[in-house]
């Protein structure tokens, strides 16, 4: 049972540079989402998907894109990486439907932008 | 706009004593999120609370939820050293087509021999 599995686990960007973090899970959840953590601080929402074909910003969207097509797999890029993106990145994923609450984190993967 | 704030932010705690964490949200909301996190690692979910009045409890672990007051409490009873990690409470949010977690900033607890 993989759950929500996020590549790579840690990255080293130059300004300037771009990259794609990956996210994928094995559940058949509709509701995927990214988040990043800074230091001291708790998870913003910077984009989420409620399915295929379907994504939407949420409170940090700048400097960030994504897209969904297909159900398992939900890309963030970052197209010119900044130090204000150095972070720790966190997909999750969700099911709908009555009863369905909970969400399911990855792992993370630790960006620093130098 | 929803805004969810928690205090204390930083918690040190001696072995075997009691504590709460408050988790207040600014707007109306009908879930409410626990999670620890240790150094490093992702998040575990501990408690889903979904209706006024809903209590759950795990271990040394209980958690409350007041839908009229807008507040949430965390509470540790007798604490463990294996309880030391950073506690989120993380509120669900409609204001966009869809909902999505708003968290609070994190509660760093320590818990001392």
């Known amino acids: 049972n993989a759950g929500v599995t996020q590549t790579p686990k840690f990255r080293i960007l130059k300004i300037g540079q771009s990259m794609t973090l990956q996210c994928t899970q094995d559940m058949n959840h509709n509701y995927m989402y990214w988040y990043r953590q800074d230091p001291g601080m708790g998870l913003k929402l910077i984009y989420y998907?409620?399915?295929?074909?379907?994504?939407d910003k949420g409170e940090v969207p700048n400097g960030y894109n994504v897209s969904r097509s297909t159900t398992e797999d939900f890309p963030l890029r970052l197209e010119l990486a900044a130090p204000s993106q150095t972070s720790v990145y966190f997909c999750a994923s969700r099911a709908t439907g009555e009863g369905n609450y909970g969400y399911t984190f990855g792992s993370g993967t630790r960006l620093t932008v130098v | 706009e929803l805004k969810v704030e928690q205090n204390p932010l930083f918690l040190s705690m001696q072995e075997g004593k009691n504590y709460t964490i408050y988790c207040n949200y600014s707007t109306t909301s009908d879930r409410l999120y626990w999670y620890r996190q240790d150094p490093g690692k992702s998040l575990e979910s501990l408690f889903v609370l979904l209706s006024n009045g809903a209590v759950k409890q795990e271990g040394r672990l209980m958690a409350s939820l007041d839908t009229k007051a807008r507040l949430s409490t965390l509470h540790i009873t007798a604490a463990v050293h294996d309880l030391s990690a950073t506690y989120f409470c993380a509120a669900m949010n409609y204001g966009g087509s869809q909902g999505n977690l708003i968290f609070g900033k994190g509660t760093k607890l320590s818990v001392k021999p």
């Open positions: 998907s409620v399915g295929a074909g379907i994504t």
